[in-house]
């Protein structure tokens, strides 16, 4: 069946660095969308980045341009999201996902089927 694992995530102070991971498995990888999700306390979740169609297609939320990397490996079968320059609004618990498909929204949580169990990221002032 689908496995998404997450890592990577922790505590770390303004203008620092993360690199989260997202091994997969249980589907053909690389084909359709996985995409990185955020949710702070309270917030809605929020897409922040997905890459599709074997890497010809990355997103970014506006927020997060320039300053997080979305990649992939194939051969680890893993995603993974490069995080710097870090603020305090980029703390929440962090998902991978990845869906049936490798067009439509990329953001729309609802449009992904398969999800991590979260890691946390915590970014203090």
């Known amino acids: 069946q689908v496995q998404l694992v997450e890592s990577g995530g922790g505590s770390v102070q303004a203008g620092g660095s993360l690199r989260l991971s997202c091994v997969a498995s249980g589907f053909t990888f690389g084909r359709n969308c996985m995409g990185w999700f955020r949710q702070a306390p309270g917030a809605e979740r929020e897409g922040v980045a997905a890459?599709?169609?074997?890497?010809?297609?990355?997103y970014y939320a506006d927020s997060v341009k320039g300053r997080f990397t979305i990649s992939q490996d194939y051969d680890k079968r893993t995603v993974y999201l490069q995080m710097i320059s870090l603020k305090p609004e980029d703390t929440a618990m962090y998902y991978c996902a990845t869906k049936e498909s490798r067009w439509g929204v990329w953001s729309n949580y609802i449009e992904y089927k398969y999800w991590g169990q979260g890691t946390q990221v915590t970014v203090s002032s």
């Open positions: 890459i599709c169609d074997y890497g010809s297609r990355l």
